[in-house]
């Protein structure tokens, strides 16, 4: 009985997540996010006729300072036209409290920036995020990433 239920919480623990079509988080070099650092993320684009839902994914400490971030936003489509938009993330409540998940010093945030999103073609999606925000090095931001999941 016992190996029944540790089979089953490591099945559960390891289930496929089958919305996700692509997550990577990439790590920024030094805990300090500096501008004109950019973070890509390519994403291979297999069924045009699906919407998809776009996460902004971001882990920072308690020694980024500020309530918000702003990104610029790039998105290359696979027929190379560009895309541009600048991004406002909040991640602080109005009382100073990180909006993210907290596991110790680190803070994760999940951020739905774009719903229902319909690709126009199949092919290689290139996104690249930049900090635009007023300082020229953001202390505190370790990681930087992109979910792409199929919308319900």
């Known amino acids: 009985m016992r190996v029944l239920v540790f089979c089953s919480l490591i099945f559960v623990s390891v289930s496929c997540d089958f919305a996700r079509v692509y997550e990577q988080n990439t790590p920024v070099s030094d805990g300090i996010w500096v501008e004109n650092a950019p973070q890509t ?91 635009a925000m007023r300082d020229a090095s953001l202390q505190g931001i370790t990681e930087v990433g992109l979910r792409v999941e199929k919308a319900e």
């Open 41 to 131: 993320f390519e994403v291979a684009i297999t069924d045009k006729t699906k919407h998809y839902n776009l996460y902004f994914n971001l882990r920072n400490t308690n020694e980024y300072k500020y309530s918000n971030l702003y990104v610029i936003s790039e998105l290359k489509l696979p027929s190379k036209q560009v895309e541009k938009d600048t991004l406002q993330f909040i991640l602080c409540d109005a009382n100073g409290k990180w909006l993210g998940t907290n596991s110790g010093a680190l803070v994760t945030h999940q951020i739905l920036f774009q719903r229902n999103v319909l690709f126009p073609d199949t092919g290689t999606y290139r996104f690249t995020f930049n900090q």
